[in-house]
């Protein structure tokens, strides 16, 4: 089993940067292809990034393309998202997601969740 979790959110103007961090716990992390997800009030979850086992691959939401980073440290059992160039519309809950699956972008792929941490971008 795996339990993870978040933190880094916070309130940020919109232009800024964040980084969020997801901590794993076990020794199994590099088994896991891990995932960012997001949920804006009234709105259903929805895919932000994912990353391989090995951070080889990677695969963003339009909607981030060119403005998220993901990344792992394996040897810290630990996953990023860097957020830059932050729009009022990234407002959500982000929460991170492991998956023993290559990669995936559909939340049900997913096996173990964190509990998330609230990202605010003010206009």
């Known amino acids: 089993q795996v339990q993870l979790v978040e933190s880094g959110g916070g309130l940020v103007q919109a232009g800024g940067s964040l980084r969020l961090s997801c901590a794993a716990s076990?020794?199994?992390?590099?088994?896991?292809?891990m995932g960012w997800f997001r949920q804006a009030p009234g709105k259903e979850r929805e895919f932000v990034a994912a990353i391989s086992r090995g951070g080889g691959s990677t695969d963003y939401a339009d909607s981030v393309k060119g403005r998220f980073t993901i990344s792992r440290y394996n040897a810290r059992n630990t996953v990023y998202l860097q957020m830059n160039s932050l729009k009022p519309e990234d407002t959500a809950v982000y929460y991170c997601?492991?998956?023993?699956?290559?990669?995936?972008?559909?939340?049900?792929?997913?096996?173990?969740w964190g509990q998330g941490t609230q990202v605010t971008v003010s206009s």
């Open positions: 076990g020794r199994t992390f590099s088994s896991y292809a």
């Open positions: 997601a492991a998956t023993l699956m290559a990669i995936a972008t559909m939340d049900h792929a997913y096996d173990y």
